[in-house]
């Protein structure tokens, strides 16, 4: 084989092999975003700006979605005691979906110094597709409850996305952009209700029963009232 022939095949091969590599690749994108969040603490406004991580692992026919905060923010003017403060988030969906995610995640592991940042723990939540396609996951409104206390911290620059995911809707699962759970269940995929939670039946079964009992309510009432009739005009 001439030097020429092999050069092609080579270079044909290399193409083939770097196909192969960006097909088995994930079909997923994740930046690490500056998110400026502005606070309202109860001794007043606050701003800190974090760099935001978003990733998404695929769990049976979800995925769990971690939030991670690179940096501190807000502070407490007084020390936070261990387990004192409770993180959750919220997380906006774009692209194929819409609606928003919510995270949670434990409270904290140490103690908090006074007018030092808050450190975030990494917050989870479970995302079920509800449509195919490109869904966006971009860092919502975060919440910090400590002591009695709601500080709440709201994106003021308009971050990009942090993660985009290519999903797939699970077979069966409806159309429209919602986010956690199923069609007809609650956040945490639970069905609502239950044999213990059932309305009693109001279909036309029950009203005939219903009908007839208040029937031979009145067919009895009226029986004894022409009793005592017959029994008061009787002679003595």
Same mark, same amino acid.
Not at 112 to 121: G, Q, Y
Not at 172 to 197: C, H, M
Not at 227 to 234: A, E, F, G, I, K
């Given at each position: 084989?001439?030097?020429?022939?092999?050069?092609?095949?080579? %270079?044909?091969?290399?193409?083939?092999?770097?196909?192969?590599?960006?097909?088995? /690749?994930?079909?997923?994108?994740?930046?690490?975003?500056?998110?400026?969040?502005?606070?309202?603490?109860?001794?007043?406004? &606050?701003?800190?700006?974090?760099?935001?991580?978003?990733?998404?692992?695929?769990?049976? =026919?979800?995925?769990?979605?971690?939030?991670?905060?690179?940096?501190?923010?807000?502070?407490?003017?007084?020390?936070?005691?261990?387990? =004192?403060?409770?993180?959750?988030?919220?997380?906006?969906?774009?692209? /194929?979906?819409?609606?928003?995610?919510?995270?949670?995640?434990? %409270?904290?592991?140490?103690?908090?110094?006074?007018?030092?940042?808050?450190?975030? %723990?990494?917050?989870?939540?479970?995302?079920?597709?509800?449509?195919?396609?490109?869904?966006?996951?971009?860092?919502?409104?975060?919440?910090? &409850?400590?002591?009695?206390?709601?500080?709440?911290?709201?994106?003021?620059?308009?971050?990009?996305?942090?993660?985009?995911?290519?999903?797939?809707?699970?077979?069966?699962?409806?159309?429209?952009?919602?986010?956690?759970?199923?069609?007809?269940?609650?956040?945490?995929?639970?069905?609502?209700?239950?044999?213990?939670?059932?309305?009693?039946?109001?279909?036309?079964?029950?009203?005939?029963?219903?009908?007839?009992?208040?029937?031979?309510?009145?067919?009895? /009432?009226? /029986?004894?009232?022409?009793?005592?009739?017959?029994?008061?005009?009787?002679?003595?």
């Amino acid at each position: 084989m001439s030097n020429r022939k092999r050069t092609a095949a080579l %270079a044909t091969a290399t193409a083939l092999a770097g196909s192969a590599v960006l097909m088995a /690749a994930p079909a997923a994108r994740a930046d690490v975003v500056d998110v400026n969040y502005a606070c309202e603490t109860p001794i007043g406004p &606050k701003s800190a700006v974090s760099p935001i991580d978003i990733k998404g692992v695929k769990s049976g =026919s979800g995925y769990k979605i971690t939030m991670s905060w690179q940096k501190g923010v807000s502070s407490s003017p007084v020390e936070l005691g261990k387990g =004192s403060m409770n993180p959750s988030a919220t997380v906006k969906l774009g692209g /194929a979906d819409s609606g928003t995610l919510n995270v949670t995640g434990p %409270a904290n592991q140490a103690a908090v110094p006074a007018n030092t940042p808050i450190k975030i %723990a990494d917050l989870t939540g479970t995302y079920t597709p509800k449509k195919s396609g490109k869904v966006t996951f971009t860092a919502g409104v975060l919440t910090i &409850k400590a002591l009695g206390t709601t500080t709440t911290c709201t994106p003021s620059n308009g971050p990009g996305p942090s993660l985009t995911l290519d999903v797939t809707a699970a077979s069966g699962g409806a159309s429209g952009g919602t986010s956690g759970g199923s069609t007809g269940g609650t956040s945490d995929g639970t069905t609502g209700g239950g044999s213990g939670g059932d309305l009693p039946q109001t279909g036309p079964a029950d009203s005939a029963i219903a009908l007839g009992t208040l029937g031979g309510t009145v067919l009895l /009432a009226g /029986a004894a009232g022409a009793l005592w009739l017959t029994r008061r005009n009787q002679p003595r």
